[in-house]
């Protein structure tokens, strides 16, 4: 099977936007997951809200051109995931939606606070657990019928082990890149920035748990049909996880133990920022890693077919559009994606540095 230049950037360029997705919104959705859990008082509530309130409805940008994206290059998968997950794809625009008003309601209505509160935690939770499932499920195998359309129980059909251990992972992945961002931007010695630090590390433990549990499954149960002549290219991001993963593990036990010794100089804020920041970026790494990992695995199907499927599986032979719109598609990108980038590098650059207390006074 023979693919043009273009059809192969295509395919590995929406993974790339589904790997941009994962790392920029991943973070500010673990936070608000685990926001009821590390945040005391509605100070610390405040101080969660105000670490990704200048960065979230940006970070989203990436779900929404990936999604375009499919829909351009590969119309036939971008039918049948989005109308076979159409109740967990409108489960996850509820939890999208919903976490805008606890974002946005908060500051400007603090009489209902717990509510603004548990809205940011359910459309947190919502996305972060279901966009791991939808991606467990392209790679296990839908039934499909012979038009390609999906046609098993809607939303239960869709949760199987291998499934919820793919949910299970996403979530957690997310949760541990909300940590390590909020031990970024919460004051040096707050209460709220120990309680992030402390739970890093149990949950890096967990991540690479549920990784390993999660390959086994893959390789012994689902034994996914891979190409081949990719094979070194996945051992390459499968060992580039692993030592990011540990890496940032030891990052995250040096920055717990400095923060043990409780020193107030400024060489050690210095040092406890550049930890944190090492943190951050090494778990954004792994999770780029996992999402090249899944496209080198599954190349070149977009979406599986499972065993009682009477449909084929949709690959990008069948799926793809025509030269002329992957031509554009990419004339397009190249003029939009470095605007994109450079607005994400000034804002991230603007917004730099951990929150003061006359931040709090700024809205979230």
Request: aromatic share 14%; proline share 4%.
């Amino acid at each position: 099977m023979e693919f043009t230049v273009l059809e192969v950037l295509w395919y590995f360029l929406i993974f790339l936007l589904i790997a941009g997705y994962f790392v920029l919104d991943g973070f500010d959705l673990g936070i608000g997951v685990l926001s009821p859990f590390v945040a005391k008082d509605e100070k610390e509530m405040r101080i969660c809200r105000h670490a990704i309130g200048p960065v979230w409805d940006g970070n989203e940008v990436w779900l929404l051109t990936a999604g375009g994206a499919l829909f351009a290059a590969f119309a036939p998968a971008y039918a049948t995931t989005f109308s076979g997950f159409y109740l967990a794809i409108m489960l996850v625009l509820f939890g999208l939606i919903v976490r805008v008003f606890g974002l946005e309601y908060a500051h400007h209505d603090p009489a209902w606070m717990k509510v603004w509160n548990a809205l940011f935690f359910i459309g947190s939770l919502l996305p972060a657990l279901l966009t791991g499932v939808a991606v467990g499920n392209v790679f296990a195998g839908i039934p499909m019928d012979a038009a390609g359309n999906y046609n098993g129980i809607p939303l239960f059909g869709l949760i199987s082990p291998f499934t919820l251990l793919c949910g299970l992972f996403g979530l957690c992945m997310m949760l541990t890149a909300g940590a390590c961002w909020l031990s970024l931007k919460a004051p040096l010695h707050s209460n709220l920035r120990k309680r992030a630090v402390a739970i890093r590390v149990p949950l890096q433990i967990v991540n690479l748990v549920l990784f390993v549990l999660m390959t086994l499954h893959a390789l012994l149960i689902t034994k996914f049909d891979t190409a081949p002549v990719l094979a070194p290219v996945r051992w390459i991001f499968f060992v580039l996880f692993i030592v990011l993963s540990l890496v940032s593990l030891f990052t995250n036990l040096k920055g717990k133990a400095l923060l043990a010794q409780g020193a107030t100089d400024e060489a050690s804020a210095k040092a406890a920022y550049k930890l944190d920041l090492i943190a951050f970026i090494t778990q954004s790494a792994t999770a780029i890693m996992v999402v090249f990992l899944l496209a080198t695995s599954m190349f070149p199907y977009l979406v599986a077919a499972s065993a009682n499927s009477v449909g084929p599986a949709l690959t990008i032979a069948n799926t793809v559009a025509a030269d002329g719109t992957l031509f554009w598609m990419t004339a397009i990108a190249c003029v939009g994606v470095p605007i994109v980038l450079v607005y994400h590098v000034i804002t991230y650059y603007t917004f730099r540095g951990r929150i003061k207390e006359e931040d709090l006074d700024a809205g979230y």
